[in-house]
């Protein structure tokens, strides 16, 4: 009989054998099929959402001046911005105006900011499609909004921005600058912050440092920066991914461990057996590979095929009261999916190699001692 | 009728999970061509407003804009106060407020 025979009547057998404890071993696939499903949607939420961040951010202003006022962020003068034009190198520079707004009748945090170039004039708002979404029916298209003094305001709501841009615009409401001004008393002459564009994107960091060194009450924050604070955040290493991770690796090392242990009665008679019937040590391994494969194959394809439609055909609702947490408004946006060969490679190593070795090596052990003994323990 | 080897529906089951897996990369692409249009709306927005920050966690400010924000932020709220925001739990400080 040629290898390739020889192989495919092992795997006959060894499927024969899966299939005779079909409950035991359907159960097994489904567990370690969840273990796959769980890694696999975290790599996939947190690969798109660092690649979201990335490809959005790659606009941000090449950096933000905060000034630092007893080692707290607060507002800076508009006069700074003349001594930051002179630095050679700065292309543009202005002052924002943004700051949050507590809405009273949702509970939910909003992200207002004063556009200069407002089209609709005062008393007026544009709002975010999440904002829109969770304003009570009541409000119609006017939004009540309680300025400094407890008084209010009613802003005429003008426009919503696409639901498309929810990623970066959920919680949005834009106004213009004299509306924000009135709104959270804030006088003329200051600024949330600065924003520079820089002529030469070599020279930032060069423009930072002297940012600090000309104005040594401010933190210059550069496009980099920010772009390296979303790699950290959804990094592989650390933070979101690792405190997701964890618990279905020790889920998945566990189900390896009790298979690495040891083998059940039923199996180490099957091996006495086998040996008895004047089978090589090398062919009960050969069926044990088989049998290794099979079941980690299905389970890692059934895993990560479920993690893809859960990702990116479900929103990740398994993970959203994580990623929620306290938040009242919560973006409604579909990630852009990413899937690379170097991904799915590495999910491969991590969860099919380990099991199929933890299938063989206790086989190994029995398959080595005498037949008889295998079969009288 | 020949009854079907079971290797022989193992490597067809195996073939069509591949398959499938294979699929998921036409996907991937296929949507990423289709989002070009709404990315592009994204940074225009990112451009026009200058924006620094995704929306992801708007429960607290440290966590709606975590660039911008302050290494000290989570615990500001009174002295020994324990960081109680479940998102901020969930990632580091910026690397910018990290070094030394």
């Known amino acids: 009989m040629n290898r390739a025979g020889r192989q495919r009547n092992?795997?006959?057998?060894?499927?024969?054998s899966l299939l005779r404890r079909k409950g035991r071993n359907a159960a097994l696939v489904l567990v370690y099929a969840f273990v796959v499903f769980l890694l696999s949607s975290v790599v996939f939420?947190?690969?798109?959402?660092?690649?979201?961040?990335?490809?959005?951010?790659?606009?941000?202003?090449?950096?933000v001046v905060q000034r630092l006022a007893a080692g707290r962020h607060d507002m800076i003068p508009e006069s700074y911005l003349a001594k930051v034009r002179e630095i050679p190198g700065v292309r543009t520079a202005k002052a924002r105006l943004w700051g949050y707004y507590y809405?009273?009748?949702?509970?939910?945090?909003?992200?207002?900011?004063?556009?200069?170039?407002?089209?609709y004039g005062r008393k007026s708002v544009v709002l975010g499609n999440g904002v829109e979404?969770?304003?009570?029916?009541?409000?119609?298209?006017?939004?009540?909004?309680?300025?400094?003094?407890?008084?209010?305001r009613f802003m005429q709501i003008r426009e919503t921005l696409s639901s498309d841009s929810e990623l970066v615009s959920s919680d949005l409401i834009l106004m213009t600058v004299e509306d924000f001004r009135d709104l959270f008393r804030i006088p003329e002459g200051v600024g949330t912050d600065l924003v520079l564009s820089v002529a030469n994107p070599r020279e930032v960091s060069t423009v930072a440092r002297k940012i600090t060194e000309i104005l040594p009450d401010t933190r210059p924050i550069t496009r980099a920066e920010v772009l390296r604070t979303y790699d950290a955040i959804f990094d592989w290493r650390g933070g979101m991914i690792v405190a997701c991770m964890s618990g279905a690796l020790m889920a998945f090392i566990i189900l390896a461990w009790d298979k690495a242990t040891g083998l059940s009665a039923e199996e180490r008679k099957e091996i006495g057996i086998l040996k008895g019937l004047g089978w090589e040590t090398s062919d009960v391994i050969l069926m044990k590979f088989w049998e290794g494969v099979a079941v980690s194959l299905f389970s890692f394809l059934l895993g990560i095929l479920l993690a893809y439609v859960h990702v990116y055909f479900g929103s990740t609702s398994l993970f959203e009261p994580a990623l929620k947490g306290w938040s009242v408004l919560y973006p409604d946006f579909r990630l852009k999916p990413v899937i690379t060969p170097y991904m799915v490679s590495v999910l491969f190593f991590l969860t099919v190699v380990p099991y199929t070795i933890a299938t063989i090596v206790p086989s190994w052990r029995?398959?080595?001692?005498?037949?008889?003994?295998?079969?009288r323990a | 009728m020949m009854q079907c080897r079971?290797?022989?529906?193992?490597?067809?089951s195996?073939?069509?999970?591949?398959?499938?897996?294979?699929?998921?990369?036409?996907?991937a692409g296929w949507r990423e061509r289709a989002g070009r249009k709404s990315l592009e709306e994204k940074r225009e927005i990112v451009r026009a407003l200058g924006l620094t920050d995704l929306c992801l966690f708007t429960e607290a400010r440290y966590t709606?804009?975590?660039?911008?924000?302050?290494?000290?932020?989570?615990?500001?709220?009174?002295?020994?106060?324990?960081?109680?925001?479940?998102s901020a739990s969930l990632f580091r400080p910026p690397p910018h407020l990290s070094g030394p």
């Open chain 2, 6 to 12: 079971e290797s022989t529906a193992f490597f067809l």
């Open chain 1, 103 to 119: 809405e009273p009748l949702t509970g939910a945090n909003y992200t207002v900011m004063a556009d200069e170039n407002f089209p």
């Open chain 2, 64 to 86: 709606r804009h975590p660039a911008m924000a302050d290494r000290f932020t989570p615990f500001q709220d009174h002295p020994f106060s324990l960081e109680h925001f479940p």
């Open chain 1, 45 to 63: 939420l947190g690969l798109s959402l660092k690649e979201e961040a990335q490809s959005v951010l790659a606009d941000a202003p090449e950096i």
């Open chain 1, 133 to 152: 979404r969770h304003l009570p029916p009541m409000v119609g298209r006017t939004l009540p909004m309680r300025a400094y003094d407890g008084s209010y």
């Open chain 2, 14 to 27: 195996a073939a069509v999970g591949l398959a499938l897996l294979l699929l998921l990369f036409a996907h």
């Open chain 1, 10 to 16: 092992i795997l006959d057998f060894t499927l024969s």
């Open chain 1, 366 to 375: 029995a398959a080595t001692t005498d037949p008889d003994t295998v079969m």
